[in-house]
């Protein structure tokens, strides 16, 4: 039932770097695990990184797939109510679309209840 919205997205050349916001209407992103989420076309969708509540609720920690662990950082700045994903060294592979989801806590499952629209990220050769 919580609306994300992504933001960020769009065209960078190999190598390059783009960072990624999400924010929600009317929900604090602080209660709440988020996470991010690509799917390019015709792959399954993939895991990139999740960040917990700082709510206390739970480790607060953050966790990243091996696509994204080195490259990508995930953050939160609970005072403008937004969560980011940053990401460098881009490449080809990284061409998606990009999810901002959220859920109660960060699992390795990587299953989460309420999803953005998506933002497209395009990296070029």
């Known amino acids: 039932q919580v609306q994300l919205v992504e933001s960020g997205g769009g065209s960078v050349q190999s190598g390059g770097s783009l960072r990624l916001s999400c924010t929600a209407s009317?929900?604090?992103?602080?209660?709440?695990?988020i996470g991010w989420v690509r799917q390019a076309p015709g792959k399954e969708r993939e895991g990139l990184s999740c960040i917990n509540s700082s709510d206390g609720s739970s480790d607060g920690g953050s966790y990243y797939t091996d696509s994204a662990q080195g490259r990508f950082t995930i953050s939160r700045d609970d005072d403008k109510n937004m969560v980011y994903l940053d990401m460098n060294n881009l490449k080809p592979d990284d061409t998606a679309t990009y999810y901002c989801v959220g859920t109660v806590q960060c699992s390795r499952s990587w299953e989460f209840e309420h999803w953005g629209q998506g933002t497209p990220v395009t990296v070029s050769s």
């Open positions: 009317g929900y604090f992103l602080g209660f709440y695990a």
